[in-house]
């Protein structure tokens, strides 16, 4: 199976080459690959492997668990005759969790972190056209600093842990630039201002040449913005709601962006050299904005309530590597179909892909990173590099509502007390703030939060649907404000010490999880239920509870699918409904017009 759709939506080029499919590949569990120079003569790379996925899964070919540290990966390819003298690029959109690339026995530039994209100019090494390419991957199995997430330490996966994913996980393509060309692009729209900014940085070659960026919705031109770039880094103003609307009949609030309206401005940004066109970039972008106020989180200026779903981005043939495009695709259907608005990406930064899907078929997306084991001082240095990549990769996307940087004090074990542990969730709040100025920030998902621009709450104590008392103190503990903020999940306080709410709306966005044993997969649930008709009871148990409450903003059920072990999904492992998603539907959205009327103002969903 290929994954021949194109890597990287938000900066599409016309001319580029998928290298997924197959590469030879070695294990180096001795560590000798360096000493022996495998990258000039890569004879060792005896077995295949199915890039881009893991060796750890089906789809790879090799399907093997145990532990491997260092692989190592070669493929020759030849670069078409018909990119002429252009620079060559090599992209990898993520190699968990440590790279070394060569390129013709050169060292042609390394990344650390395992979950976003990075790129290398390989053209001075190119020989006749002709690259042999390797990729010397490493991932220290058992090191506690690097954020590795659900995936576990051991190699039995149990509990809450999942199989190790080593290596390249994600795309691996080559694309041909100009040496005009444009390198970044950063897309801010102004909602209240009817205008969107643009942050472009060019290549230094493109300083003097004409650029042209264009504005199209639905079809119809908006503007066309033409200027000679002065400097490699320019910001552009572009008005989008101005007098043009006019001329196109839109009326504005009709082109924003939301899950119910999911409208998206095409945007084309060009560089030219009288009637030559050196590059050409194809992108897109939404209006619309989030924020909160008033212990509210709202969406373009109305409160929105949020139905979010848990989405742990695993699959059985590929774990954290989706089979093919329609998958990322099918999963957001499929929770659309069930009445959610959106989803928590859970201890995974998503495939780029499957964000444009968020993107075009209109979900939110609270963006979250793999943690690490324990806190210490090289732990934290790696997430803070981690999450720059990852905001600089994914700042575009109008379905991201929302960046979640820790989660239930996963690697910061301490932090209800430990002052250095509480200044780390207060550097990465205020880290992410000062690269996106557009989303709220969550501190510490779950409990013992810092300051965090909503107060996340975790909550599987709502017991089996015989255990009355627990159902009812469950329910009692969301019911208000003071009940909430002086519950102990976990008999974990809300907030860490010297912390206190300050008005941020409240989200319950850990709970649920009901177990039910479908299609022959054993494992556990935070309850058990026997049958279709126990399940789908026990879930419009929980949910009332939820919709009960007068002080919640939104959820985040667990979870979306079964994982592994995990048995507690509304689908299985395979995407197979376990009851009529009808129902769900109804249950998710029967309380719907109450919960607008306990809302202020006028309410989106």
Same mark, same amino acid.
């Given at each position: 199976?290929?994954?021949?759709?194109?890597?990287?939506?938000?900066?599409?080029?016309?001319?580029?080459?998928? +290298?997924?499919?197959?590469?030879?590949?070695?294990?180096? %569990?001795?560590?000798?690959?360096?000493?022996?120079?495998?990258?000039?003569?890569?004879?060792?790379?005896?077995?295949?492997?199915?890039?881009?996925?893991?060796?750890?899964?089906?789809?790879?070919?090799?399907?093997?668990?145990?532990?491997?540290?260092?692989?190592?990966?070669?493929?020759?390819?030849?670069?078409?005759?018909?990119w002429g003298s252009k620079?060559?690029?090599?992209?990898?959109?993520?190699?968990?969790?440590?790279?070394?690339?060569?390129?013709?026995?050169?060292?042609?530039?390394?990344?650390?972190?395992?979950?976003?994209?990075?790129?290398?100019?390989?053209?001075?090494?190119?020989? %006749?056209?002709?690259?042999?390419?390797?990729?010397?991957?490493?991932?220290?199995?058992?090191?506690?600093?690097?954020?590795?997430?659900?995936?576990?330490?051991?190699?039995?996966?149990?509990?809450?842990?999942?199989?190790?994913?080593?290596?390249?996980?994600?795309?691996?393509?080559?694309?041909?630039?100009?040496?005009?060309? +444009?390198?970044?692009?950063?897309?801010?729209?102004?909602?209240?201002?009817?205008?969107?900014?643009?942050?472009?940085?060019?290549?230094?070659?493109?300083?003097?040449?004409?650029?042209?960026?264009?504005?199209?919705?639905?079809?119809?031109?908006?503007?066309?913005?033409?200027?000679?770039?002065?400097?490699?880094?320019?910001?552009?103003?572009?008005?989008?709601?101005?007098?043009?609307?006019?001329?196109?009949?839109?009326?504005?609030?009709?082109?924003?962006?939301?899950?119910?309206?999911?409208?998206?401005?095409?945007?084309?940004?060009?560089?030219?050299?009288?009637?030559?066109?050196?590059?050409?970039?194809?992108?897109?972008?939404?209006?619309?904005?989030?924020?909160?106020?008033?212990?509210?989180?709202?969406?373009?200026?109305?409160?929105?309530?949020?139905?979010?779903?848990?989405?742990?981005?695993?699959?059985?043939?590929?774990?954290?590597?989706?089979?093919?495009?329609?998958?990322?695709?099918?999963?957001?259907?499929?929770?659309?179909?069930?009445?959610?608005?959106?989803?928590?990406?859970?201890?995974?930064?998503?495939?780029?892909?499957?964000?444009?899907?968020?993107?075009?078929?209109?979900?939110?997306?609270?963006?979250?990173?793999?943690?690490?084991?324990?806190?210490?001082?090289?732990?934290?240095?790696?997430?803070?590099?981690?999450?720059?990549?990852?905001?600089?990769?994914?700042?575009?996307?109008?379905?991201?509502?929302?960046?979640?940087?820790?989660?239930?004090?996963?690697?910061?074990?301490?932090?209800?007390?430990?002052?250095?542990?509480?200044?780390?969730?207060?550097?990465?709040?205020?880290?992410?703030?000062?690269?996106?100025?557009?989303?709220?920030?969550?501190?510490?998902?779950?409990?013992?939060?810092?300051?965090?621009?909503?107060?996340?709450?975790?909550?599987?104590?709502?017991?089996?649907?015989?255990?009355?008392?627990?159902?009812?103190?469950?329910?009692?503990?969301?019911?208000?404000?003071?009940?909430?903020?002086?519950s102990q999940p976990a008999?974990?306080?809300?907030?860490?010490?010297?912390?206190?709410?300050?008005?941020?709306?409240?989200?319950?966005?850990?709970?649920?999880?009901?177990?039910?044993?479908?299609?022959?997969?054993?494992?556990?649930?935070?309850?058990?239920?026997?049958?279709?008709?126990?399940?789908?009871?026990?879930?419009?148990?929980?949910?009332?509870?939820?919709?009960?409450?007068?002080?919640?903003?939104?959820?985040?059920?667990?979870?979306?699918?079964?994982?592994?072990?995990?048995?507690?999904?509304?689908?299985?492992?395979?995407?197979?409904?376990?009851?009529?998603?009808?129902?769900?539907r109804a249950i998710n959205?029967?309380?719907?017009?109450?919960?607008?009327?306990?809302?202020?103002?006028?309410?989106?969903?």
């Amino acid at each position: 199976m290929l994954r021949t759709e194109y890597p990287r939506p938000q900066l599409q080029r016309k001319e580029w080459h998928s +290298l997924n499919g197959e590469w030879n590949f070695a294990f180096d %569990d001795e560590n000798r690959g360096m000493k022996d120079r495998w990258y000039q003569n890569p004879s060792a790379l005896t077995k295949k492997i199915n890039v881009p996925f893991a060796f750890q899964t089906e789809l790879s070919g090799i399907n093997e668990q145990e532990f491997h540290d260092v692989v190592w990966y070669e493929r020759t390819i030849e670069v078409p005759k018909e990119w002429g003298s252009k620079q060559i690029l090599l992209h990898f959109g993520a190699v968990d969790y440590r790279a070394k690339v060569f390129v013709n026995g050169q060292l042609a530039g390394e990344h650390e972190g395992g979950h976003t994209s990075f790129s290398f100019d390989i053209t001075h090494a190119l020989n %006749d056209r002709q690259a042999s390419i390797v990729v010397r991957a490493e991932d220290p199995s058992r090191d506690e600093t690097i954020p590795r997430g659900k995936q576990f330490w051991k190699e039995e996966i149990e509990s809450i842990w999942y199989t190790n994913t080593t290596g390249i996980w994600q795309p691996v393509w080559i694309e041909p630039v100009s040496d005009a060309s +444009l390198k970044s692009m950063r897309i801010t729209p102004d909602l209240d201002e009817g205008a969107v900014e643009l942050e472009l940085e060019f290549s230094s070659r493109s300083v003097k040449k004409e650029a042209q960026i264009q504005i199209e919705y639905k079809g119809e031109l908006i503007s066309k913005d033409t200027f000679l770039i002065v400097e490699p880094y320019l910001k552009r103003r572009i008005d989008v709601f101005g007098q043009h609307i006019f001329h196109t009949g839109f009326h504005h609030e009709g082109m924003t962006w939301s899950p119910e309206t999911p409208n998206l401005f095409d945007l084309t940004v060009t560089i030219k050299e009288e009637e030559t066109v050196l590059d050409k970039i194809n992108s897109y972008f939404g209006m619309r904005k989030v924020h909160t106020e008033d212990g509210m989180v709202y969406l373009n200026n109305k409160p929105y309530y949020q139905r979010l779903v848990l989405d742990q981005g695993y699959w059985r043939e590929g774990l954290l590597t989706a089979p093919n495009d329609n998958d990322f695709k099918r999963d957001i259907e499929l929770a659309k179909e069930m009445g959610f608005n959106g989803c928590r990406k859970h201890q995974k930064v998503e495939d780029p892909r499957f964000l444009y899907w968020a993107d075009q078929l209109g979900f939110l997306v609270w963006g979250e990173c793999a943690a690490s084991a324990f806190y210490s001082e090289k732990a934290a240095g790696r997430l803070a590099e981690e999450w720059t990549e990852i905001i600089s990769r994914d700042y575009n996307h109008p379905s991201i509502a929302a960046w979640v940087p820790l989660n239930e004090s996963w690697g910061v074990q301490s932090i209800r007390s430990n002052q250095k542990q509480q200044h780390h969730s207060l550097a990465m709040y205020h880290h992410i703030h000062s690269l996106d100025g557009t989303r709220p920030v969550i501190s510490n998902d779950g409990w013992e939060q810092t300051v965090t621009d909503i107060c996340a709450i975790h909550n599987y104590n709502h017991g089996a649907a015989e255990e009355t008392g627990k159902s009812e103190a469950f329910k009692e503990t969301l019911a208000s404000k003071s009940s909430l903020l002086t519950s102990q999940p976990a008999k974990r306080k809300v907030y860490a010490n010297g912390f206190e709410h300050q008005g941020e709306p409240i989200l319950l966005t850990e709970f649920g999880g009901i177990g039910f044993e479908v299609g022959g997969d054993n494992g556990w649930g935070y309850t058990s239920v026997k049958d279709e008709e126990e399940f789908t009871a026990d879930y419009k148990r929980i949910m009332d509870a939820v919709y009960h409450s007068k002080a919640l903003h939104g959820y985040c059920y667990t979870q979306l699918t079964d994982v592994e072990q995990e048995i507690n999904g509304i689908l299985t492992y395979d995407r197979k409904p376990k009851c009529d998603l009808k129902i769900i539907r109804a249950i998710n959205l029967q309380w719907h017009e109450e919960v607008k009327k306990g809302l202020k103002g006028d309410v989106e969903s």
